[in-house]
């Protein structure tokens, strides 16, 4: 990870959304365990560090069977829907997290903040919302971090190459014109030397 502990920063917009909740009296205590029971179980698998991404399908299986039996039980849709949301939070904080998944879990605790804004006019929720403003705020600096570090992590390793620890080799650009140096005339290209005739001293020799 880019940040220190960051990988928990995606937890806590959905723990103080349920701490809202909690507070505002609407819900009860079954109701609250229900809620707190996948995000508790998220913070077990990652605390662990399980790798719990090939078995997504059966987590969203049984995200779909939470769904249906809690309607089942005729507890109204309203209800229902946020139970719903804390257990898909729950499954998308276990499952491997990109930018994109984790805009999904500021989207999910958003939506669960916003329905217990709906059902209370207490003062105190005044404060819990500037507290999961700060989380989202630090979740959004995480997420518009995390890529611009590992940039930054790439150019030292390239740049610390070879053991010198030195920056890489720059690239010069002489113009655009490449400029070729003519290649050295070999033996074959050379023009063939003319030999000048030798004169011996005292002209031809004659016969006896």
Same mark, same amino acid.
């Given at each position: #990870?880019?940040?220190?502990?960051? %990988?928990?920063?995606?937890? /806590?917009?959905?723990? +103080?959304?349920?701490?809202?909740?909690?507070?505002?009296?609407?819900?009860?205590?079954?109701?609250? &365990?229900? #809620?707190?029971?996948?995000?508790?179980?998220?913070?077990?698998?990652?605390?662990?560090?399980?790798?719990?991404?090939?078995?997504? =399908?059966?987590?969203?299986?049984?995200?779909?069977? @939470? @769904?249906?039996?809690?309607? &089942?039980?005729? =507890?109204?849709?309203?209800?229902?829907?946020?139970?719903?949301? @804390?257990?898909?939070?729950?499954?998308?904080?276990?499952?491997?997290?990109?930018?994109?998944?984790?805009?999904? /879990?500021?989207?999910?605790?958003?939506?669960?903040? /916003?329905?217990?804004? +709906?059902?209370?006019?207490?003062?105190?929720?005044?404060?819990?919302?500037? +507290?999961?403003?700060?989380?989202?705020?630090?979740?959004?600096?995480? #997420?518009?971090?995390?890529?611009?570090?590992?940039? =930054?992590?790439?150019?030292?390793?390239?740049?610390?190459?070879?053991?010198?620890?030195?920056?890489?080799?720059?690239?010069?650009?002489?113009?655009?014109?490449?400029?070729?140096?003519?290649?050295?005339?070999?033996?074959?290209?050379?023009?063939?030397?003319?030999? %000048?005739?030798?004169? %011996?001293?005292?002209?031809?020799?004659?016969?006896?």
């Amino acid at each position: #990870m880019a940040v220190k502990g960051g %990988r928990w920063i995606d937890h /806590l917009p959905l723990w +103080i959304a349920l701490g809202a909740a909690a507070s505002s009296g609407i819900y009860e205590l079954w109701e609250l &365990a229900i #809620m707190a029971l996948p995000l508790v179980a998220a913070i077990g698998v990652e605390g662990l560090r399980w790798d719990v991404g090939r078995h997504h =399908r059966w987590l969203e299986i049984g995200a779909l069977l @939470f @769904f249906l039996g809690d309607l &089942a039980l005729g =507890r109204g849709l309203f209800p229902v829907a946020i139970h719903t949301l @804390f257990v898909l939070a729950g499954v998308r904080l276990v499952l491997p997290k990109e930018p994109t998944q984790r805009r999904q /879990l500021l989207l999910i605790g958003f939506l669960l903040f /916003l329905t217990t804004a +709906i059902g209370t006019t207490d003062i105190t929720f005044l404060v819990w919302t500037l +507290i999961w403003c700060g989380a989202a705020t630090l979740a959004l600096l995480q #997420m518009s971090w995390e890529p611009s570090a590992n940039l =930054r992590r790439g150019a030292r390793s390239l740049g610390g190459g070879g053991g010198g620890g030195g920056a890489p080799p720059r690239a010069v650009w002489r113009g655009s014109v490449h400029h070729h140096a003519a290649p050295e005339p070999g033996p074959a290209s050379r023009p063939p030397s003319r030999r %000048r005739p030798v004169l %011996r001293q005292g002209g031809p020799r004659r016969s006896a």
